[in-house]
């Protein structure tokens, strides 16, 4: 009987940032009648638990749950560190609110990599890249990120490395396209 590949499997969109490229906040920028942050959290509905990572009071979406930064202004790898504090034991699908063109199957697909020793899986992007914005970390990095950021790291790319991470090479590059200003949206996804 084959387990159901959610079902451990925590949802996270970090939304914290400042948006100061962007001019607004991005996460409330409606696109294509979609606000940034549903398009980031539709994906990752089938996740067990659900949370965004922000300010308390700044987002609501029905059926997540907000969980500020325990790092404020220190970047995706001390909201990494919140949502591994935050989530069941297991696997934590994580993702930022300025990658709108996610979808279920990049997740699934990503999910599906996953095998015993492994604490990450991360797509490559079209240049073969690592992308850990947009990526599976296990629960059991949790000290290790503390860790890192304790010691002054703030690189995401950092939370997990090899032999334990598993890089998923294939998928549409075009999914990974990160909206940092407001130009970026018209040819987003």
């Known amino acids: 009987m084959t387990r159901e590949p959610w079902a451990d499997v925590t949802g996270v969109v970090t939304a914290g940032g400042r948006s100061s490229r962007f001019g607004s906040d991005k996460a409330l920028v409606t696109w294509q009648g979609r606000t940034l942050l549903d398009r980031a959290c539709t994906p990752l509905a089938h996740?067990?638990?659900?949370?965004?990572?922000?300010?308390?009071?700044?987002y609501h979406m029905p059926g997540w749950r907000v969980t500020p930064d325990t790092r404020p202004g220190e970047g995706p790898l001390a909201a990494l560190e919140a949502a591994l504090h935050a989530a069941a034991d297991g696997w934590v699908a994580f993702t930022g609110v300025d990658l709108p063109c996610l979808t279920r199957d990049y997740?699934?697909?990503?999910?599906?990599?996953?095998a015993p020793g492994v604490l990450g899986v991360q797509a490559l992007d079209g240049l073969k890249r690592p992308q850990p914005l947009?990526?599976?970390?296990?629960?059991?990095?949790?000290a290790h990120v503390t860790d890192l950021l304790n010691a002054g790291e703030r690189r995401l790319r950092f939370a997990v490395t090899a032999p334990h991470v598993r890089h998923v090479p294939g998928l549409d590059p075009a999914l990974l396209r990160n909206v940092n200003t407001p130009a970026d949206l018209p040819g987003a996804c």
């Open 134 to 142: 947009a990526a599976l970390y296990h629960t059991s990095l949790r």
């Open 47 to 58: 996740a067990a638990i659900r949370l965004i990572i922000a300010p308390e009071g700044r």
């Open 107 to 114: 997740w699934d697909t990503l999910l599906a990599a996953r």
